[in-house]
């Protein structure tokens, strides 16, 4: 299967630490990217490949993997980090592109 | 700076076509990928498929094969979708994203089209 799949909600105490998680069985043979969407704008990439944070990205975003899931980390979360954030990856023909379903982060 | 700058809003009756640009900017344009991503209202991010810029081969979602067509103007650092027999459920912000080694690094601002009779 070329799935992947996200918790739809988390919730996170400003200042404290968030892991968000991501599953798919093609997780065991390619990298997950991470996109933070806020409402209303495009997509950013704010993690890829190994633990790869794009220019601009703040450091407290990391990301990780074991098996099938992949996992974005924010450590240290800050209010402006409130968004929607979804997992990418290669689906088993590794010629496509998949999307999780999406998690939504409130920041309380 | 790296840029996409997609084309305007659309409004399109069932059964119509819609045709959106996604221009190129701020580096060598047959050197990435193209992937178009849409997104319904409210809804998860949807992969369409991708062109290879250089020499314009495709791969499309199974989901929008025989609906979608990608081509590209390298002399306008232009990439183009064209989905055809509109419904409803086609009402959806079209984007265009840079693929590559760093997938999805840079992304177009969007093209919202709206699918009404």
């Known amino acids: 299967s070329s799935e992947l799949t996200q918790d739809p909600t988390v919730s996170v105490a400003l200042g404290q630490t968030v892991r968000i998680t991501c599953q798919g069985d093609s997780l065991r043979s390619h990298y997950a990217s991470w996109y933070q969407q806020k409402s209303g704008q495009a997509p950013i990439l704010v993690i890829y490949g190994r633990n790869n944070r794009p220019s601009g990205i703040p450091d407290r975003f990391s990301g990780s993997s074991s098996g099938n899931t992949a996992s974005l980390t924010i450590t240290g979360t800050q209010a402006e980090d409130e968004a929607d954030y979804y997992c990418n990856s290669r689906d088993s023909s590794g010629n496509a592109w998949v999307f999780g379903g999406g998690t939504k982060l409130t920041v309380l | 700076q790296v840029q996409l700058v997609q084309s305007g809003a659309e409004v399109k009756k069932p059964g119509a076509s819609v045709k959106i640009s996604c221009k190129a900017s701020?580096?060598?344009?047959?050197?990435?990928?193209i992937h178009w991503v849409r997104q319904a209202p409210g809804q998860r991010l949807e992969w369409m498929g991708w062109i290879n810029v250089d020499n314009g081969n495709t791969k499309y979602s199974q989901n929008f094969q025989g609906r979608v067509t990608f081509t590209r103007d390298t002399y306008a650092s232009t990439v183009y979708m064209d989905l055809s027999s509109l419904r409803s459920e086609d009402t959806a912000v079209y984007y265009c994203?840079?693929?590559?080694?760093?997938?999805?690094?840079?992304w177009g601002q969007g093209a919202l089209v709206t699918v009404s009779s």
């Open positions: 994203a840079r693929g590559g080694g760093v997938p999805g690094d840079y």
């Open positions: 701020g580096y060598t344009f047959t050197t990435y990928a």
